[in-house]
Every structure is written in structure tokens, then in C-alpha cells.
Nanobody, 124 residues
């Protein structure tokens, strides 16, 4: 019922910033908790950030806390991930996801809608 499309990935130098966007096609977007995940080559998909349906609660993985900020604009059916102070180890494919379960949720198995991913590469 919900389709997600990420954008905003690309190549950035270490210490730089990047903002990812995730556009949702479903008109019930505001009913879903949204999350950002990433998967580096040869590694598992890891949770990065989440935001509840109301937009009033955000939560983050320790690895990105203080550097990444998630937000949502329900009127535009879009969520964002502002990434600052990027490091080479942040290089990965970044995924947007949604769940109809009530949050805050961190496990990927609870997110039943996924975007196709966008590549983020951080160079030294």
C-alpha cells in the first residue's frame, strides 16, 4: 500500500554533509513509523534512525547520534535524513523503510515497506 523512493545519495568528501530524501506514494503516510537503514558491502543491514507517526519522537543508533538528524513532512509525504560530519565508514547503500507497527522500532524485520536504496560514498 506504501511505495518508497529514496534520493539524494552521491559522493561526498569526509567531513561533508548530505541530505537524503524518501518520498512515499501512499496517502496514509502519516500513519506509519519511518526508518532509515544502511548496508555496507559484506555487512548486515543496520538501523540508523527512526521517527514515529506523529513526528514528535525521533530515535537513533549510537553510531550516528549527534551527526545524523531525521525529520518528516507529512504534508509532502517525505522523510529526510540530514547527515553531517560524514566519515568513510558511512559509505553504504541507504534505505528508507516504513512500518504500520507502533514504534519506536529498530529491527528491520518490523519494517514491511522498503525503498530501492541510494548509494552514499564518503571519500577521504
Amino acid at each position: 500500500q506504501v511505495q518508497l523512493v529514496e534520493s539524494g545519495g552521491g559522493l561526498v568528501q569526509a567531513g561533508g554533509s548530505l541530505r537524503l530524501s524518501c518520498a512515499a506514494s501512499g496517502r496514509t503516510f502519516s500513519s506509519y513509523t519511518m526508518g532509515w537503514f544502511r548496508q555496507a558491502p559484506g555487512k548486515e543491514r543496520d538501523f540508523l534512525a527512526g521517527i514515529t507517526w506523529s513526528g514528535g519522537t525521533t530515535y537513533y543508533a549510537d553510531s550516528v547520534k549527534g551527526r545524523f538528524t531525521m525529520s518528516r513532512d507529512n504534508a509532502q509525504n517525505t522523510v529526510y535524513l540530514q547527515m553531517n560530519s560524514l566519515k568513510p565508514e558511512d559509505t553504504a547503500v541507504y534505505y528508507c523503510a516504513a512500518t504500520s507497527y507502533v514504534g519506536p522500532l529498530r529491527q528491520s524485520r518490523f519494517f514491511n515497506y522498503w525503498g530501492q536504496g541510494t548509494q552514499v560514498t564518503v571519500s577521504s
